[in-house]
């Protein structure tokens, strides 16, 4: 009798509207520590991620304002960076790097956490694959020595590259997530992202072209990574309504579309990183 009215319990919390859609992702996962591990299981909910594990120094409950970046490295693996100071590593911010032992990052978790993360969602995983991209090239992306083979394509509201040598290389940028864009050479794109690396924020992508990418691929992006300094295209979305985060401005450096755009061309400037081929005209 017990057992049916818990069942009956069960049914009703799973018909109830509403209620089943508040779920949570739970994995069990390995912490990957700078000596040996410890086991637990990792629970992204809406609120945020919550590593429950019997070694008490390290489990905790964060929201998702709580973590400077959440990176999905790999189906199997995912890396948070909290503001908590890491006292081993003279305070810098410390990381937390877990290995799925279970299950896999799957798109539809990515998309949770991209919706969810309060700063740029690093991610290898694609959360969605809807519409078709305007533009493509096959690319390799350059590493320090060598490189790997993939796909650049650049959607109305994102920018892809899916290797196919190394998946955990592929990438997956709002146009509000992205620093700057630029081309050094007609075959060559190099893109700066907000992604934490050693030493600082602002991971590089470089990528060699294999094939030539649209000349007018190059004013599409630009004009949805930096649209207020893009007014004649009316068309672009704004990436800020498509994420409620802010829009980077950057200091263009040089205005390389000639004199006609000046003051706007500079609101708000941080750096002169950003350098972009002379395309006569382009700006007409
Ligand atoms: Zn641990
Ligand atoms: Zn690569």
């Known amino acids: 009798m017990r057992n049916i009215s818990l069942l009956l319990a069960t049914a009703v919390i799973m018909l109830a509207p509403g209620l089943g859609r508040a779920q949570s992702h739970e994995f069990q996962v390995e912490h990957d520590h700078l000596w040996r591990s410890c086991l637990g299981k990792l629970i992204i909910t809406e609120e945020g991620i919550e590593y429950r594990t019997e070694n008490g120094d390290h489990a905790r409950a964060w929201k998702f304002v709580e973590l400077k970046q959440i990176k999905i490295a790999s189906p199997n693996r995912l890396e948070l960076i909290s503001y908590e100071d890491d006292k081993l590593m003279l305070g810098r911010d410390r990381d937390f790097s877990f290995k799925l032992l279970e299950g896999r990052i799957t798109p539809e978790v990515s998309a949770r956490l991209l919706a969810k993360s309060k700063r740029p969602l690093v991610t290898s995983v694609m959360p969605t694959d809807e519409g078709a991209p305007r533009f493509m090239a096959m690319v390799k992306h350059l590493h320090t020595t060598g490189g ?94 498509l994420t409620g985060d802010e829009i980077p401005i950057k200091h263009m450096g040089r205005n390389n579309y000639g004199s006609s755009r000046s003051d706007e061309m500079f609101s708000a400037g941080t750096t002169d990183r950003q350098t972009f081929p002379q395309r006569g005209g382009a700006a007409g």
């Open 148 to 241: 790997c083979a993939g796909t650049f394509k650049v959607f109305s509201d994102r920018m892809t590259f899916e290797s196919a040598d190394k998946p955990e290389h592929s990438r997956f940028w709002r146009y509000s997530h992205v620093q700057g864009i630029s081309q050094s050479s007609r075959y060559r794109i190099e893109i700066s992202s907000f992604e934490n690396q050693p030493g600082g924020v602002g991971r590089d992508f470089n990528f060699q072209l294999k094939e030539e990418l649209s000349p007018s691929a190059y004013d599409y992006i630009w004009a949805r990574i930096y649209p207020s300094k893009f007014r004649r295209d009316a068309g672009a979305p704004n990436p800020a309504s």
